[in-house]
Every structure is written in structure tokens, then in C-alpha cells.
């Protein structure tokens, strides 16, 4: 019997299938309006609370778990940001791939490389470039760590040139606004991409684990002012060689993301499998780059609190239980490359230890 059904839709690094924005103005002291609601998360289906406000607790009229509705959740943009708000400051244009496109559509001078590299900010964006100009300009999601908080010994966001730089006043009401704009779209969890961090560095921390932090705290405030928030879930890169023998591994990310997995004001954000109550851990298993199992199974323990579901997610391997964060469309001419009215007839998942699930991609990677 399948524990439950999913439905994903992938969001692009910089740009997203769902139009999240945040109101102009957002520095200084923020407001949560709160919304009086039986807490979802605590194990009952009770007031207002269905399938459509709190998957997580309710059941379907048949008395089956709820379906989910997820999207991929990316929190990289301070490279890129502070790549834009440098053109600003030299009073240049900041411009976007679409525009590039669009004057070269017409006829037009603009070419990929003024984007970046001839105002020579590729190195600084981390060659991260904006498909669009988001509403209502360029964000990030970065705040500085408060002595005496958890990971506050950390070396440090990024070098010293650009720490101050990197911080973003907006990010707690941008992490707002997205919170209310996913829940009115029905996402009810989302999975926040890690994958390009196996180790700590200054880059994971600035574009993964310091973002992570600001979310969780920002939306553990939300459900406590009575407001409901999306389930959150890593999707973390662990490396493919074997742990060490004593079963540390000082510099990887993973023991660091899952210090925020147990911290017990955090654990009713944590999206969970349906049957266990464990919470779900994501880890990408690509075929020529494999986590090492001993990895695998160090996260699964958890410190010997066994309370991590691992689940593994990447894409073409559906037959073997593994989640998918895109699918081609088997229907579609050139292998799912190209868009076509015909139905998409991509693969799903029918078995994994967290049910069926399926991808629904606004694009397919072919590089």
C-alpha cells in the first residue's frame, strides 16, 4: 500500500515556476499579521485544518494520507545579487538573460558577456546569472550570525571583502512574502537545494546553510504567530568517499545541516514520512558521482537518534525508488527537449518508502 502521493514541481536556481515577490520597502523592523489557526504539525486534524491547509496531519475522506504538493526551494542568490547591486552602484545597467535574448531577438547590440563578464563580475556572481529582473528588484536571503547562536563559531559567511556586502536587510521579509505566496499556490512543503555543497566553505555557507538558517527561524515565527508555512527538507550533497573511521568528517556540510534538524524549535517544519514521523533527508545519487553508503547510513542514524528517513532524488532512475526533481516527457519529440501539446507521459515513482511521486518540471537540463 502506497504511503501517500507527491507532486513536485522544480524551481529554477534563479528563477522560479511560481511568481514569488516581496513588497518594496522591506528594511527595518517587520510585522507578522498573525492568522489564528489550529497548529498544523501537532499530530491532530482539528478546526479549519484539511488536506489542502495541513497534509501533514489530516487524512483524505477514503482515510489515506493526504497528497503533497512540493517545489524545489533555492536560496544561492547573494552571488548574484551582490554582482547586481555593484552595476548599481557604478550606475551601469543590470541586465538579464531575457533581455539579452529579447535584443538579440530585434536586432539588438546585447550580447551574453555584457551581462557579466565585461563589467568583469563573473568571478563575484559565482558565474550565476538573473533570467528575469525579479519583483520588485534583485534579493537575497543572508543575514549575519548572532554571537552565541548555533553555528556562530563558523569562520564566516565569505571573505572579508565581501561580508558586508553579502548581507541582505530584505530577507526576512522576502522568506514572509514567499512563505504566503507558496501556501496560496497549495505547496506544502518545499526541499531546499543543496546539492552543489557536500563540504563546508565560505560558498555553502553563503548560499546554503546560513540561508537555511535564516528560513527556519524566520518561518518557526510564523507558525508560532498562528500562520502556516510550507514543510521544509534538505537535498543535500554527501561525498562519494567513505567516511573516515572514526565516523566524522569535520568538513563536511551534512553534519552541520543536521544540527538544524535537531534543534527542537525547529521540529514541526521538518516535512516527515507519512508512516514513520521520521524526518526526510534528500541526498542526489547521479550515476558517475554516487554517495558513499557509509554516508548514507551516518545520516540515517543521525547521532543514534534514528529519526532520518534518507531518502535518495535525482532524475532517470524511477525504477529504482529514487525520486525525481525533473523528468522528460516520454511523449515529446528529441527525447522531452522540446515543448509539445501533447501529454507529458514522464516517469513517477510508484514505490519508495515515502509513496508514489511525481515531477513536474517547467524545463528539462540537457547539459
Known sequence: MLAAAWRWSALGFLASLLQLSCPAGTAGALRIDSVKVDR???????????CSSCPRDCLTPAGRPCPRAGAMYSLWHAPATLAMRQLEKQGRPTLTVQQVIDSQASGGPLRL????????????????????TPDPN???????????TLHAELPGLATADKADALRCPESDAILIQHARQLRAAGIDHIVVDLTNFPRYSAASDTMGLRPLEDLLRVWSGLRAAGEHTPDVAAWQA?????????????QALAPLVLDLYNQPYYADLWLRAPQTDQKIFFY?????????KSRIQSVAANGGRNDILAQPMWTNQTDQGVWSFMERCRNFPDN???GSAADCN??????SPLGSQMAVSPSYQLG
Request: proline share 11%.
Open 346 to 351: 514522464q516517469a513517477f515513482v510508484v514505490r
Open 284 to 292: 542526489p545519487v547521479p550515476k558517475e558521482a554516487s554517495p558513499a
Open 336 to 338: 522531452g527537449a522540446t
Open 113 to 132: 558577456a555584457d551581462v557579466l563578464v565585461r563589467p568583469q563580475l563573473a568571478q563575484l556572481a559565482a558565474a550565476f546569472y538573473y533570467h528575469h
Open 238 to 250: 554527501l561525498d562519494t568517499t567513505p567516511l573516515p573511521s572514526d565516523g566524522t568528517d569535520a
Open 138 to 148: 534583485f534579493y537575497c536571503v543572508l543575514t549575519p550570525r548572532v554571537p552565541g
Open 40 to 50: 498544523c504539525g501537532d499530530g491532530l486534524c482539528s478546526g479549519n485544518e484539511d
